[in-house]
């Protein structure tokens, strides 16, 4: 700071105005006339004295601005000289007292005055006066040295310490810093210190006489042996050691980890998560936990696994438990080793042994609920899926999958068995048994291996490997290698052999061989007919014999002859004339010109065309597709009208990785709409190469933990830790492609350059440092820069870690 620096003249301070500068950058007094001094001793003396006070300027001004005036003006502009205006006649530049120019210019790092006093004994005078002064002739000559850092400094209080002026380190006066701070104090030794106010981030006292601590909100206090810890919450983390009794006074005790105790009566517990080894009690509400034994009234369990539960009431929403006995069990989903009450609501799980009076079971498969033994007197199941055997007086489920089923009644929407038995057995959807026993069968519809009733019905299509029944009835379609039945009504009857002992009733029959002794039959197809009367409106057979006339409702066999000649004249016209009747082979054609591609692009789509020709009697044509990472769109089948041409197309398109290709191949295949024999196909390939650079980071991430006495793992981009403010604590940072046991690391770590800064510093894929936190929430952050050598290719990774202090 520039300090408005007055120098002591002799006679009355005058105002010194602005003056030219030479072509050399000096400042001149212009000469101008005034009556001589009185003696020639005061004109010298003046001379000298106005060339000391002019240089004791040029030195302050070093002093505060470190370097020297562009010209003597500066020095009467920022008040470190002030002349006589008086002198010479009124002046308006630095004048000598023989009214003659003084000069001023910077010489190397020094600085010189000159002027001319007319008379070489004045000017010998005023040189031996002055210091660094010199003359030549009537000129004088002042040098001023640049001043010594030493000296420069020399009234200012010193930072280093100097031995051999141990004084510039030490105050002469009190220090008053004018409601200013002092900071940064690494250490304060004083005899006595008065504090209106202190805020220490971290205080080491040896002995402390005070009348309350403040903590934010809250406070310790005194009232005589009494000591009150006053907050909303007590916390401790460590072990809490009591030599006394600890009262509640009616209040709750609650967020204790582990509670360890000779003898505890409790009425009721409310815990969020715990470990207990045996608990009793009139009323138990508990979220999560490990219990060994649990036993009370009234149970409300939220999440947990418990190894023994005995209770009147339970109400369970999720969780294992090995053993579970009461009155009324409520179990949303869970595990149960064994199970047993008087009644049993469950909604999903699985149970090794389920016994009870009362069993309601809302859904039971085989990924929510397994039984190996179900044994009850009256139970209803949604969905059953029994992997061992299932016995049952009565069985009634929507849905079921049962090995092996042996019921009084059952009734069963859908479901698949390998052996089935019962006195009846109806299903309304559809059911499949390898084996079936029963004495009546009632199903829509109905597919089984080996079929044995008394009596069955089915509404739906029944197909079997071997029925054998006193009376089967079936509306719809029966499909069987063999019949036997006693009487039988069939709609629609298809089979290798069949054999009727009465009477058969069908609207049709399809049989490689047929006897009957008397049938009524609506359609009749055959390789091989033996009867004695046909009467039918149409016959068709590979061979036909009668002993009798053949007659037919339509017309003679003479009518039929003329139908025959005018069929023939039709075919000649068709073969001759307009040559329908000749098989064509369709022709086709495939193209896709940017099928074939590639590109530093995931994406890629084409146009596939295709085009048909040569359909005389018609085509029909479809796409077939294949390959690996292709979609295929609008690749649909259609036909084309006798004689006519089409043009289908087929899109594709891919979303292809970098460096990675798809290909595949799309076909057009043409039919010959009457000829079905006569194809027609062409093919064209496709490839697309994305060879857009793979990104070696992709993978990359920086993360970190704190150690603690569990297993840590490194958590991405930033952790967050808690502990004592004195405590010294280790962060872990790591960086890599993948998490390993606790750190990120590298596949291939000489393939990366490594570099962290910041609050850790190393060169390893892992980083480790440590720190006290002190009071107060403290943030620890590092950059690390990763190259990946092959590629050149750099990045950086921002890691934070924040520490909450317990106070």
Known sequence: MKGLQKQKGYGALLMIALVGVLALGSTVYYKTRMSQPESVRETYESSAEELRQIASALTKYYRENMSWPSSLNDLALAGYFNGDAARCGGGSVF????????????????????????KEGIAQAVANQIPGGSSAGTTVTATINRPFQSALYDDYLQRVEDPDNPQRTQLEVDLDINNNDLVNIGSL?????????????????ERMNTEGVLLGNNSITYAGNQLNVNAGAVRANGTLSMNGDIVGNGNDITGIDSVSANSGQFDSISAGSAAINSLSGNSLDYNSGSIDSVSGNRLTFGNGSITSLDGN???????????????????????????SGNSLSYGSGTVNTLSGTTLTYGTVNGTNGNFDSVSANSGSIGNMSVTGT???????SSNGNVTNLDVTTGNINSGEANSASGTSVSSSGTSTFSELNSNRIDTNSFKGQTVQASSGSTSGNASAGSVSASNLTVNNRL???????????????????????????????NVTLASFNNANIGSVSGSNLSVDTVSANQFSGGSYTSNDDFYTPQSSVNNNHLLITEQRNKLDHCMDVTEYCLPQTPSVDVSCPSCTAFGNRSSFSSTITGTISDCRQGCSYRWTTSGSNLNFTGCTSGTVSKGSTASPSCNVSASVAPQASATGTATLIVTNSHYSDRVASD??????????????????TAGCFVDTTAFDTARPNSCMA???PNNTYTALLSVGEYLGREHFQFNILSDWDIAWTGDCTGNSYSCKFDFTPGTGDQNYSSTVSVRHKPSGETRTFNVTIRFHTLE
Do not use: H, M
């Not at 030794?189 to 006292?205: K, L």
């Open 95 to 118: 004048q000598s007292s023989f009214c003659t120019a003084i000069f001023g210019t910077q010489v190397g790092d020094d600085y010189t005055l000159t002027v001319n006093l007319l």
């Open 683 to 700: 093919s064209v390939n496709i490839r697309y190469d994305n060879r857009t650079p793979i990104d070696p980071f992709k993978e990359v």
């Open 189 to 205: 030794n004083v005899q006595r210190a008065t504090f209106d106010d202190a805020d220490f981030t971290n205080a080491d006292i």
């Open 479 to 509: 499909q069987t290698n063999v019949i036997e039945s006693n009487s039988s009504s069939v709609g629609n009857a298809s089979a290798s052999r069949l054999v009727i002992q009465e009477t058969l009733n069908a609207s049709g029959i």
């Open 722 to 724: 808690n502990g004592w």
């Open 390 to 396: 299932a016995g049952l007086n009565r069985l009634s």
């Open 313 to 339: 009431t339970f109400t369970y929403n999720s969780g294992t438990i090995s053993s579970v006995s009461g009155n009324t069990l409520d179990f949303n989903s869970g595990n149960i080793g064994s199970l």
